[in-house]
């Protein structure tokens, strides 16, 4: 399947392809459930598309239905390992594998936003910001705070900062505006569609 890369929308009132990161697990609070499932309906009502990981798992399974049941459209990319995983999504993608299928939720989103998750959530948060600061892409990123999940990323964030290992300025919480922490689902797609109008990719 040949993917090409989606022009950002420069339209007043884009539709836009927001890719999601989150975790596939259900054995976590009802908290996370209802953000994933609040961001999802607010996704799907402002008339936006979902890119995500594919999987009718966790907090991953909430967020695609939510965005369906509002009306929007869902795009699940994943592993051809794990095409099992896959159920009910408007398009799949099939990848070759996990880096395969970041390189194709990369290309294909205009904007970024993680809720609470594992390993593989915060290996994509961090795909991402090393490519803010490469100034391989200008998308923004933001990082839902739900129930105080990341506040030790965020001081690791801030630790690297001081420490001199990056040249991004993680202390003032946001890099140019393209990487912002969002306590709420709706503060975070607010953050995302407004840093995404100011810049070009």
Request: proline share 2%.
């Amino acid at each position: 399947m040949s993917i090409k890369a989606f022009k950002l929308n420069k339209n007043k009132n884009p539709m836009t392809n927001i890719c999601v990161f989150c975790s596939s697990s259900h054995k976590i609070d009802e908290i996370y459930i209802n953000a994933a499932e609040e961001l999802g309906r607010l996704i799907g009502k402002q008339g936006h598309t979902l890119i995500y990981g594919g999987s009718h798992l966790g907090l991953m399974g909430v967020l695609a239905k939510s965005v369906q049941k509002n009306g929007g459209k869902v795009i699940g990319v994943i592993p051809e390992h794990l095409g099992s995983l896959a159920q009910g999504e408007d398009e799949i993608i099939k990848a070759k594998n996990m880096f395969h299928r970041k390189e194709i939720m990369e290309m294909k989103s205009d904007a970024f936003i993680a809720l609470p998750g594992g390993i593989g959530t915060i290996d994509e948060i961090f795909d991402i910001l090393v490519g803010i600061q490469l100034k391989i892409h200008s998308k923004p990123l933001t990082i839902i705070n739900t129930n105080n999940y990341f506040d030790d990323l965020i001081k690791q964030l801030n630790k690297i900062d001081l420490e001199g290992f990056s040249t991004l300025k993680f202390d003032i919480v946001q890099i140019n505006n393209l990487f912002t922490i969002s306590k709420t689902p709706k503060q975070a797609l607010d953050n995302v569609l407004k840093n995404l109008s100011s810049h070009q990719v």
